[in-house]
């Protein structure tokens, strides 16, 4: 960049800056924000925007992107096995899928091209910031759903691209192995699923999962705390990948976490009004300290007893 471009509305100093100031400041829970265009003035599209304005959304580029993520996206269709190694690292995350971005959290749209949005019933028009546009999605769900029923990942992986979409509001998908006692839950057939996507109204599918959905009462990167108040014992999904450093509490008592909806992370909550705490600990911290510990140890050991040479004359 130019010393004039650094002054200049364009690139990462673009109107994105004013629209992520102003939600921050008037929206102090979790949501998630799709941004339709890219701010970097480099060849390719900035998929790394969220990092850079300091907001929450789906697309990343990473060389090593979290491999549980990718296989979420792949068993919604959007990482595609042809060109499985490119995807991997330059992920557009769930851009172009109002459904899936409506499950993963998605709250407000920022946009330099409102026509699809103004001629959709979902998205409500907020505000103006430049050439951009600024939308509330109406169908926002909270950070954390609940479900009292599952598919298999087999079945899942049979419907089209629109019919996961659906079925991922109305259902956790679980591996054979992953919930000791899902038993509590009701497994879904194909014909049940088809029936209940007909029977059942976008706008009571959503209420439902609010209903049951968790309250935040906190969030930060490490740790984040809500409220359940459930009538049966469900599965919390928790829109995040899944990762062995987590850790669940339901009413501080520890509960076992698992992988849902092929890499998202889960965890069975009891029926009743509970708080839900999620805590991140790095795997292998304590053990990577003692190791640490232990070699400070031993190096301190070895200088004291080596031998000291004599100062030259």
């Known amino acids: 960049m130019t010393k004039q471009q650094l002054t ?5 100093n673009d109107e994105t800056v004013d629209a992520v100031r102003d939600l921050n400041a008037s929206d102090k829970g979790f949501f998630r924000i799709t941004k339709t265009y890219f701010s970097g003035l480099g060849m390719h599209g900035s998929v790394n ?76 028009f907020m505000k103006t910031y430049g050439t951009k546009y600024l939308f509330r999605n109406r169908l926002a769900l909270s950070f954390g759903l609940t479900f009292r029923q599952y598919l298999p990942e087999a079945l899942f992986l049979e419907l089209s691209p629109d019919a996961k979409a659906q079925a991922l509001l109305l259902a956790v998908v679980l591996a054979n192995e992953s919930v000791p006692d899902r038993t509590a839950l009701k497994q879904l057939t194909l014909n049940e699923l088809k029936q209940q996507t007909a029977g059942t109204s976008v706008g009571d599918v959503i209420a439902e999962r609010r209903s049951t959905g968790l309250n935040p009462r906190s969030f930060a990167q490490t740790r984040m705390e809500g409220t359940l108040n459930l009538e049966e014992r469900s599965i919390l999904v928790v829109q995040t990948p899944f990762d062995p450093g987590w850790r669940a509490y339901q009413d501080g008592r520890p509960v076992p976490i698992f992988k849902v909806d092929f890499g998202l992370l889960g965890a069975a909550v009891d029926r009743g009004q509970h708080t839900v705490e999620l805590r991140y600990r790095p795997p292998f911290l304590f053990a990577g300290a003692a190791i640490s510990l232990v070699s400070l140890l031993a190096l301190a050991a070895g200088i004291r007893r080596w031998p000291r040479l004599p100062l030259p004359s």
């Open 8 to 12: 200049e509305r364009i690139g990462y």
């Open 49 to 124: 925007d969220a990092m850079v304005f300091g907001y929450y959304g789906t697309s990343s580029y990473s060389s090593f992107n979290n491999l549980n993520y990718i296989k979420f996206l792949m068993a919604v269709d959007l990482v595609s096995p042809e060109i499985i190694e490119t995807d991997t690292r330059w992920s557009l995350g769930l851009l172009g899928h109002p459904a899936l971005s409506t499950f993963a959290g998605e709250k407000y749209v920022l946009t330099d091209d409102p026509v699809p949005f103004q001629t959709s019933d979902d998205y409500e």
